[in-house]
């Protein structure tokens, strides 16, 4: 079955750095799309980031992210990641993984907090 875990979650200061990893098993994993989504306290889940299966063509889909986060996949490894520099307090949020395979699977989610 599809498997999908983050780590790499934590408490940091403003502008501090996170590299946030996500391990997939379950599928084939270079065939697929990659997601990394976040959802903040009282807020809807949104999409970060993505990646595409061939090429590795990533795309940053919020404004207030885009050149301080930055997507990238492992495929000999199965692994995604989200790289996050100048972190702000905005960004605090539980970070999800997802791959859409004829249906949403989502990772536990890995939290980030920054805060000073």
Known sequence: QVQLVE????L????GSLRLSCVASGFNFSWWPMNWYRQAPGK???LVASITN???MPT???DSVRGR?????DNARATVYLQMNSLKPEDTAIYYCNVYITKDYWGQGTQ????S
């Open 12 to 15: 940091v200061r403003p502008g």
């Open 54 to 56: 061939i090429g590795g």
């Open 7 to 10: 780590s790499g979650g934590g």
């Open 44 to 46: 809807v889940r949104e």
């Open 69 to 73: 986060f930055t997507i990238s996949r």
């Open 112 to 115: 980030v907090t920054v805060s």
């Open 60 to 62: 940053i889909h919020v």
